[in-house]
């Protein structure tokens, strides 16, 4: 089975968080749910510049949470925009066990009979 990168739905601002009436309750849906090495990506990304002033988003399966305040949604969409970029570009399925063992093997020996030519 090939990966296909995961992309998001939709912002659906449910109302004012009820825990903190400053903040927005925002969810943000995944088009799969997303494999838990992917979500390590997601959570610290590489080559991202994120805004410490921002909220940090929660991954819970397939739905993103996010508590920014009214001014910062724009931003912080942006900045999980990111984030799935880099997690997409990141993210690279290994072989199931087997065919990796299979594809090691092949590899190995097209390297020594390329070495035993003259």
Known sequence: MEWTPLSRSNVHVLGVDPTDPAHLDVRIQLDADPPPQWADFFAKPQRVRLDPALPTPQLSGREIKLRPMDHQLAACVNQIDARLDAANA???????????????????????????RP
């Open 90 to 116: 990141a993210y690279r399925p290994r072989p199931p066990r087997a065919t990796w063992s299979r594809h090691l093997l092949a590899t190995q020996t097209r390297d020594a009979a390329s070495r035993a």
